[in-house]
């Protein structure tokens, strides 16, 4: 399953934390610390758009691009798929 979109929700909501018990977050998985390793940092109140998993995809490459590269409000968020571990 994959589901994805602008929740405008943070990971400390009810709502997110309902979601996380099921299904796991693109970015959080691959970047436990919330940081890429370009420094792009998605933290706390910094994600509001997100992209779960199911237990059987893996997300790879995921990636936020900040406003204004963006061309929108807030960052866009997209990631690679994976049917099964990477």
């Known amino acids: 399953m994959i589901a994805l979109g602008d929740y405008n929700l943070r990971d400390y909501e009810a709502a997110y934390l309902l979601i ?3 299904l796991s977050n693109a970015w ?3 970047y436990p610390s919330e940081i ?3 420094g792009v940092d998605m933290s ?4 509001i758009d997100h992209i ?3 237990q059987n995809l893996s997300a790879l490459n995921p990636t936020y691009i900040l406003p204004p590269e963006s ?3 807030h960052p866009v968020h997209w990631t690679d798929i994976l049917w099964g571990s990477p």
């Open 44 to 47: 706390g109140e910094n994600r």
């Open 28 to 30: 959080v998985s691959v």
């Open 20 to 22: 996380d018990e099921v």
């Open 71 to 73: 061309a929108t409000d």
């Open 36 to 38: 890429s390793p370009d």
């Open 52 to 54: 779960f998993l199911s």
